[in-house]
T-cell receptor, first 112, second 115 residues
C-alpha cells in the first residue's frame, strides 16, 4: 500500500511565486490534514478536511488554501510565497478521530 | 485550552539502558493521547495511542506508555535502548470539542543512543 503520497519532495520558490503541494491517500480515509513543521516548534495545523467537499482552517491558515474534491486528494495551495513559508510540510490522514494519523514523507519548501 | 509539554528537547541514553521520554498534557475533557516517532527526513509514524480502557498501552518497537490521569502524564518508555531508536519523538493530544477534533503536538524530544 502506498499510504499517503506527497509531491514534490523538495522545492525552491522565489518570493511572490505560487505552487501547489500535492497529497493523495489510498486508504479511503475521511480525515485529511496539512501541517507545517519548523525546528523546535512541533507541528502546526494549517487546514483539515473531514470529507470530500468539506474543509476548515487550522491554527496557521494565512497564505494557504486547500480543496477536497475527492476522498483521495487534498492539495495545498500557496499563493504569493513569502520567506516565512519556508518549512517542511506534511500531509496526513486518519479514518476517524479515534485513530492516529498516517503521515506522508513531507515536502521541504524553501522560499528565497 | 489544551496543551502538550515534552520535558527535554534532547535526551541521551546508553545502548541497553532504559528510555524514558516525558509528556504532560492539559485538557478539560478526557483526551486521546498519541506518541509518534520521526526518523531523519521522514514523516511521523504512529508508535502507540491511548483512547479508552487499559491505561498501559503497548506500541511498536518495544515501546509502551502509561496514561496517568492524576498526573496528566503519558510518558513513553522502553526497557532497553537500541541504536535504531535514535530519532525524534512527538507526543500529541486530541480532544473532541463540540465535534471539532483538535490535535496539539508537543515540540518533540530528540533521542540519542550512545554505543
Amino acid at each position: 500500500n502506498a499510504g499517503v503520497t506527497q509531491t514534490p519532495k523538495f522545492r525552491i520558490l522565489k518570493i511572490g511565486q505560487s505552487m501547489t503541494l500535492q497529497c493523495t491517500q489510498d486508504m479511503n480515509h475521511n480525515y485529511m490534514y496539512w501541517y507545517r513543521q519548523d525546528p523546535g516548534m512541533g507541528l502546526k495545523l494549517i487546514y483539515y478536511s473531514v470529507g470530500a467537499g468539506i474543509t476548515d482552517k487550522g491554527e496557521v491558515p494565512n497564505g494557504y488554501n486547500v480543496s477536497r474534491s475527492t476522498t483521495e486528494d487534498f492539495p495545498l495551495r500557496l499563493e504569493l510565497a513569502a520567506p516565512s513559508q519556508t518549512s517542511v510540510y506534511f500531509c496526513a490522514s486518519s479514518p476517524s478521530y479515534r485513530e492516529g494519523y498516517t503521515f506522508g514523507s513531507g515536502t521541504r519548501l524553501t522560499v528565497v | 485550552a489544551q496543551s502538550v509539554t515534552q520535558l527535554g528537547s534532547h535526551v541521551s541514553v546508553s545502548e541497553g539502558a532504559l528510555v524514558l521520554l516525558r509528556c504532560n498534557y492539559s485538557s478539560s475533557v478526557p483526551p486521546y493521547l498519541f506518541w509518534y516517532v520521526q526518523y531523519p527526513n521522514q514523516g511521523l509514524q504512529l508508535l502507540l495511542k491511548y483512547t479508552t480502557g487499559a491505561t498501559l498501552v503497548k506500541g511498536i518497537n518495544g515501546f509502551e506508555a502509561e496514561f496517568k490521569k492524576s498526573e496528566t502524564s503519558f510518558h513513553l518508555t522502553k526497557p532497553s535502548a537500541h541504536m535504531s531508536d535514535a530519532a525524534e519523538y512527538f507526543c500529541a493530544v486530541r480532544i473532541n470539542s463540540g465535534g471539532y477534533q483538535k490535535v496539539t503536538f508537543g515540540t518533540g524530544t530528540k533521542l540519542q543512543v550512545i554505543p
